[in-house]
T-cell receptor, first 112, second 112 residues
Framework: DAGITQSPRHKVTETGTPVTLRCHQT?????MYWYRQDPGHGLRLIHY???????DKGEVSDGYSVSRSKTEDFLLTLESATSSQTSVYFC???????????FGPGTRLTVL | SQQGEEDPQALSIQEGENATMNCSYK?????LQWYRQNSGRGLVHLIL?????REKHSGRLRVTLDTSKKSSSLLITASRAADTASYFC????????????FGRGTQLTVWP
């Protein structure tokens, strides 16, 4: 398995609180991605990174921000969590833009 | 939307039978990928087929790509109960810097 971990694996929080999810890789891959998975929607891209400090928005980026200060870490922040952000969040990494992506185990986030 | 769409949404077969899942998409692509997701787990990459390829094999998996029809199929031969999972197609390419667009998936159930 690709060396990719996510923390925390489960989190329950309240509306309005900030939340940060961490993705850590040991593969030295350039590309990193954050997706959310919801029933009936498949996986939707939130943000992605194509290098240290290089990030861009995906299709559902509102309410989320990201940071990548090191190759191995990609942080996803919900500045003020809302119930609509209850979801399972997956991080993925890729060696290049035309290669397969390797996924982490996911973080289940519940916003009450 | 560039999102792929899988068909059928659900498929139920007996062990030993073949399973065929289809994926259609709307825009030009550089590659198309298939992933498997077991319940409660992250996605696992199965196979990547590039736009200039028509067919690809990996073990019991066979993927075809018809760019003129903007469609792909995944065939799993001699299915096993362990193949029970959700299968997703994802399209990528052009200037999207590795972004993948996932469909909603096909839920495959293989009965012993």
């Amino acid at each position: 398995d690709a060396g990719i971990t996510q923390s925390p694996r489960h989190k329950v929080t309240e509306t309005g609180t900030p939340v940060t999810l961490r993705c850590h890789q040991t593969e030295n891959h350039r590309y990193m991605y954050w997706y959310r998975q919801d029933p009936g929607h498949g996986l939707r891209l939130i943000h992605y990174s194509y290098g240290v400090k290089d990030t861009d928005k995906g299709e559902v980026s509102d309410g989320y921000s990201v940071s990548r200060s090191k190759t191995e870490d990609f942080l996803l922040t919900l500045e003020s969590a809302t119930s609509s952000q209850t979801s399972v969040y997956f991080c993925a990494i890729s060696e290049s833009e035309s290669r397969e992506q390797f996924f982490g185990p996911g973080t289940r986030l519940t916003v009450l | 939307s560039q999102q792929g769409e899988e068909d059928p949404q659900a498929l139920s077969i007996q062990e030993g039978e073949n399973a065929t899942m289809n994926c259609s998409y709307k825009t030009s692509i550089n590659n198309l990928q298939w992933y498997r997701q077991n319940s409660g787990r992250g996605l696992v990459h199965l196979i990547l087929i590039r736009s200039n390829e028509r067919e690809k094999h990996s073990g019991r998996l066979r993927v075809t790509l018809d760019t003129s029809k903007k469609s792909s199929s995944l065939l799993i031969t001699a299915s096993r109960a362990a193949d029970t999972a959700s299968y997703f197609c994802a399209t990528g390419g052009g200037s999207t810097l590795g972004r993948l667009y996932f469909g909603r998936g096909t839920q495959l159930t293989v009965w012993p």
